[in-house]
């Protein structure tokens, strides 16, 4: 199975920009659909962004609307490890960010996601 670990996130302005890195072990994470969630103060998680296994034919990459033009989600294989690189971060960014990964589903759900990494927390102030 895969390990995740999170990294890279800390206290921002509003409008600047924070690179999480998810680094995997254990498996090669290309074969997996990997996500990143965020769950902020009495908010449900939501998913952010993912991008599929490299075995999927459809549509790569997936972003909510909320962060459509500025996050971008990443994923190195040499190094083994997928980034959401986020820009013009606003206070309602803030949040636990975890990055989850599958190797089956490809939904946007986090009941779907089988491995979890610890979040990082990411916190944007005005």
């Known amino acids: 199975q895969v390990q995740l670990a999170e990294s890279g996130g800390g206290l921002v302005q509003a409008g600047g920009s924070l690179r999480l890195s998810c680094a995997a072990s254990?498996?090669?994470?290309?074969?997996?659909?990997t996500a990143w969630f965020r769950q902020g103060p009495g908010k449900e998680r939501e998913m952010v962004a993912r991008?599929?296994?490299?075995?999927?034919?459809?549509?790569?990459?997936y972003y909510v609307d909320s962060v459509k033009g500025r996050f971008t989600i990443s994923r190195d294989n040499i190094k083994n490890t997928v980034y959401l690189q986020m820009n013009s971060l606003k206070p309602e960014d803030t949040a636990v960010y975890y990055c989850?990964?599958?190797?089956?589903?490809?939904?946007?759900?986090?009941?779907?996601?089988?491995?979890w990494g610890q979040g990082t927390q990411v916190t944007v102030s005005s």
């Open positions: 991008i599929a296994r490299i075995t999927w034919r459809g549509d790569s990459t």
């Open positions: 989850a990964a599958d190797a089956s589903n490809i939904g946007r759900r986090y009941s779907e996601y089988a491995y």
């Open positions: 254990g498996r090669t994470v290309s074969s997996y659909t």
